[in-house]
């Protein structure tokens, strides 16, 4: 038996799953057509044969996003901040795999409150309790947020400055892989 054209199309099929494994990756991002405050952008993902979706962002924009390397494996990074009317922020941050088994799995996933405003009377006055956090992200062997929360207080009377009532700095770290 003649095993020559078997071994030809094995040999085909080897490379083109490799060049599946190693195929270029792709970003579309498109825009709402509302352009709203609640409306979603999405972002298309491409690699080889596989192709998906992410939805997020604010104002009809799409999610932040990059390619990042976490101890020699590479995963897709989206992130993006959206507001609530009255005050208040949230950053949604997120890791994805981008290998062909679990192609766009989030593999992390973590929600900050970076702003919120509070408006209570004190003393008859009317007064704004203000959360404010500020996040500094570092990618290691892993994810680090290095978070500052400041509390304040400001009463609205004009020429009234805001009191600051605590400060506090901390680091949440997450292994990856």
Known sequence: ???????VILIFGLFYTNAQQKSEISFKEVKHKYGCRNCYGSLVVKKGSFSDTIYGGQWGNSVNYKLIK???????????RYGYPGGHAVLKY????????NFLEPVFEKSFELYRETHRDYNDVPTNYIFDRTINIKIKNGIEFDIKLVVSYCPEVEDEPCDQLFEESYIEFYKIN
């Open 1 to 7: 038996m003649n095993y020559k054209p078997l071994l």
């Open 70 to 80: 976490i101890k020699d494996k590479e995963y897709l990074n989206t992130y993006y």
């Open 94 to 101: 997120k890791i994805h795999s981008i290998e062909e088994q």
